[in-house]
């Protein structure tokens, strides 16, 4: 699964993502946020290199409990999973090359 164009309900809880195996990015914004809009080319150009990574957009809000236990204040947050362990993260990211980075690290 590639890039996702729009984020969607919660879905997933903590217990699950934490017990994938593998490498996943989770985004978390919603589908109105002006930053999240503004991050899109970002992200979707870093990761058209990985067509077969797993990115989940979680649309968060106040009290959504998976945002919560990530701590995500700002969105998008990006955060990048390898076996479910958070190896990076990214807040309202501005380069392309960061986003590579961090996927570099958890595809490697």
């Known amino acids: 699964m590639a890039y ?34 503004a991050a899109q080319p970002l992200i979707q150009a870093a990761l058209a290199e990985y067509p077969d990574l797993e990115h989940i957009k979680v649309e968060d809000g106040k009290g959504r409990p998976l945002g919560r236990s990530y701590r995500v204040k700002l969105w998008p947050t990006l955060i990048f999973l390898r076996d479910g362990e958070e190896v990076a993260r990214l807040v309202r990211p501005r380069d392309d090359a960061e986003i590579r980075e961090a996927l570099a690290r958890i595809t490697a």
């Open 4 to 37: 996702q164009s729009h984020y969607s309900p919660e879905t997933l809880d903590r217990a699950a993502v934490d017990a994938h195996p593998g490498a996943r990015v989770l985004e978390f914004g919603t589908n109105w946020c002006g930053h999240c809009h």
